[in-house]
């Protein structure tokens, strides 16, 4: 199993056509390996990844299990906003903006960026405030060159997600088993509860109690690594 992330090169844009070939170029890469037995290769994808992995194992079969760990479906999100907040009328608004910043890239020669992530000003919601909690502490998530750290994505990074749903397939991840593991307490939850809901069988939702979004990043008194290591250890056993 391997939680991987990389974002496209050129201007700090995610995809969801590159970064679901992430996963699967992570299995080319392992099954080369001589210790590796191709048919016992497993992925876990955490927050925006765990869309994606559910995404590629649908697609790619020599993924034999899969995990996610306070998973994020981005285009649901990017889509129709937190909680499916978004009306038509502020979809096409939307994408009259992003048309607009693409022609203003290209007479500029350069992609478009927002604000630094995560930089507070008192009025975010909490789930806000626990990410820049992670992202901006040196001692837990900070890298001077992560996204969410210490710079922004491209402002038309929305635009290869919002009409590429991620979970339309996850059925046909079975037989193989998925595992949907979220905090009690995260803003996120519904994204692994709906996912569940279209997921076929074998597949467990783990719901960790009193847990919150960033908890599950790195909190290790609250990550159920017993459950992940159990998880693998009897889907990918020999």
């Not at 001589?34 to 994606?52: C, Q, T, Y």
């Not at 992003?98 to 007479?107: F, K, S, Y």
């Not at 996912?195 to 783990?206: D, N, T």
Request: aromatic share 10%; net charge negative.
């Amino acid at each position: 199993m391997i939680p991987l992330s990389r974002v496209k090169a050129a201007g700090n844009t995610a995809s969801p056509d590159i970064n679901t070939e992430d996963f699967s170029a992570a299995v080319d890469y392992l099954g080369q390996h001589p210790s590796v037995d191709r048919e016992r290769i497993g992925i876990l994808g955490i927050r925006g990844w765990g869309g994606l992995a559910l995404n590629t194992a649908a697609i790619d079969k020599r993924i034999k299990a899969v995990a996610t760990s306070t998973m994020y479906d981005m285009s649901r999100l990017m889509s129709q906003g937190y909680y499916d907040s978004v009306t038509p009328e502020q979809r096409s608004q939307t994408l009259d903006q992003l048309a607009a910043q693409r022609w203003q890239d290209v007479d500029n020669r350069a992609p478009g960026y927002g604000p630094v992530s995560l930089e507070l000003t008192g009025r975010e919601p909490q789930f806000v405030v626990e990410y820049a909690a992670y992202y901006k502490d040196k001692n837990r998530g900070f890298h001077p060159r992560a996204i969410n750290s210490n710079a922004s994505f491209s402002l038309t990074t929305a635009l290869s997600f919002i009409n590429a749903p991620l979970m339309s397939h996850i059925a046909e991840i079975a037989p193989r088993p998925t595992l949907l593991i979220h905090g009690e307490a995260a803003h996120s939850l519904y994204f692994s509860q709906t996912a569940f809901e279209a997921a076929a069988e074998p597949k467990e939702l783990l719901i960790v109690p009193g847990a919150t979004h960033t908890d599950l990043y790195d909190q290790v008194d609250k990550v159920p690594f017993d459950k992940l290591a159990g998880f693998f250890g009897q889907h990918l056993a020999g």
